[in-house]
């Protein structure tokens, strides 16, 4: 018999459990009933919890993606310059991921994107991310240029944190993984050159007459 625990806790421990329940064997594999048995309680309490298995899932996408944003926004809000918020935001993306492997697999794994309810829930973690750190970048450009950086920035980070956990473990320490992608997207940002500054150059280039 399970300890009685307060309604709050109770939800907070059920995700726990089901995250690593959800992240070994998949949302088609995983049954209420497993998790109910992970957790050690009835199914009928996990029912006072969440409506059924898709409602406990897309609950889940949520948490961990509002926990990993969490984190990017504590790491970067208490840098000093640029540079220190870039390295930051990767060592904290890369933190979480070598932290909680079973959060990041579940979060950006087939489950999730061949599932449209799931892949709209993961996009929205993307969009929020990108949102936060698009707010950082300070260039010559537009908005949309600099949500475009940001989207890209993220996407690298998802990119070098699926090679890292390739065997399961990660493969280099945080501090170090985000020293090295930061040294490359640092640069890359502070080369962005705005439109018409490149419309300028190319007209220059070409001569008065386009030629």
């Given at each position: 018999?399970?300890?009685?625990?307060?309604?709050?806790?109770?939800?907070?421990q059920l995700l726990d459990?089901?995250?690593?329940?959800?992240?070994?064997?998949?949302?088609?594999?995983?049954?209420?009933?497993?998790?109910?048995?992970?957790?050690?309680?009835?199914?009928?309490?996990?029912?006072?919890?969440?409506?059924?298995?898709?409602?406990?899932?897309?609950?889940?996408?949520?948490?961990?993606?509002?926990?990993?944003?969490?984190?990017?926004?504590?790491?970067?809000?208490?840098?000093?310059?640029?540079?220190?918020?870039?390295?930051?935001?990767?060592?904290?993306?890369?933190?979480?991921?070598?932290?909680?492997?079973?959060?990041?697999?579940?979060?950006?794994?087939?489950?999730?994107r061949n599932d449209p309810?799931?892949?709209?829930?993961?996009?929205?973690?993307?969009?929020?991310?990108?949102?936060?750190?698009?707010?950082?970048?300070?260039?010559?450009?537009?908005?949309?240029?600099?949500?475009?950086?940001?989207?890209?920035?993220?996407?690298?980070?998802e990119a070098v944190a699926?090679?890292?956990?390739?065997?399961?473990?990660?493969?280099?320490?945080?501090?170090?993984?985000?020293?090295?992608?930061?040294?490359?997207?640092?640069?890359?940002?502070?080369?962005?050159?705005?439109?018409?500054?490149?419309?300028?150059?190319?007209?220059?280039?070409?001569?008065?007459?386009?030629?």
């Amino acid at each position: 018999m399970s300890m009685r625990l307060p309604a709050e806790q109770r939800r907070r421990q059920l995700l726990d459990v089901s995250l690593d329940v959800f992240a070994e064997r998949g949302f088609h594999a995983t049954s209420m009933d497993d998790v109910a048995l992970a957790a050690g309680v009835t199914k009928p309490v996990l029912y006072q919890h969440f409506p059924n298995k898709r409602g406990l899932f897309t609950e889940l996408l949520d948490d961990v993606g509002h926990q990993l944003l969490v984190e990017l926004i504590a790491a970067t809000s208490s840098a000093s310059n640029g540079r220190e918020q870039v390295e930051r935001g990767f060592e904290a993306y890369f933190t979480f991921v070598g932290r909680r492997p079973a959060a990041f697999r579940l979060l950006f794994g087939a489950s999730v994107r061949n599932d449209p309810d799931f892949a709209a829930v993961a996009d929205r973690v993307v969009d929020e991310a990108s949102s936060a750190i698009s707010a950082l970048i300070v260039i010559e450009g537009s908005d949309a240029h600099r949500d475009v950086l940001a989207h890209a920035l993220v996407g690298i980070a998802e990119a070098v944190a699926r090679f890292a956990l390739t065997d399961g473990e990660p493969l280099h320490d945080s501090e170090q993984l985000a020293r090295w992608v930061s040294q490359m997207t640092w640069s890359g940002l502070r080369g962005v050159t705005p439109d018409e500054q490149v419309r300028a150059a190319e007209l220059g280039r070409s001569g008065p007459n386009g030629v």
